[in-house]
């Protein structure tokens, strides 16, 4: 079979754009790297505000707020269930949820580590002070 150079150049085009977005070869990276962290700082305004509630102990806006996170999606280090806890970070302009997210581990109040989430658990970004 024969290509011409249009379709050719077609055909060249979207293999580096595949390859570039990481497309077919993408793999999903188990755990969350140490490298990958937010400063409390960086943290949208309604991040740092759940960040100083979870450390206080609440209250909280939503039912669902410090009810087990089971880490179905296996992106954070392995625990037994109950270690991890999620808490909503409210997103301006919506009525629900929305997707941002902020999972602890430990104990409530004093956890031995939080992550935050901008894309509903698809990633993790450790938190640090």
Not at 22 to 39: C, D, F, H, N, Q
Not at 81 to 103: A, F, M, N
């Amino acid at each position: 079979m024969r290509l011409s150079g249009q379709k050719l150049a077609i055909v060249g085009f979207l293999l580096v754009a595949v390859l570039s977005s990481g497309g077919l070869l993408a793999k999903r990276s188990v755990g969350v790297e140490s490298s990958v962290t937010v400063s409390v700082g960086e943290l949208p305004p309604q991040g740092v505000k759940t960040y100083e509630l979870i450390h206080q102990g609440g209250p909280f806006a939503y039912e669902k707020d410090g009810t087990v996170f089971g880490n179905r999606e296996r992106l954070l280090p392995v625990q037994k269930r109950g270690y991890y806890h999620e808490y909503t970070v409210t997103t301006p302009g919506l009525s629900h949820r929305g997707v941002r997210r902020i999972v602890c581990g430990g104990q409530p109040k004093t956890p031995d580590v939080c992550y935050y989430t901008a894309d509903h658990y698809a990633s993790f970004r450790r938190i640090v002070p």
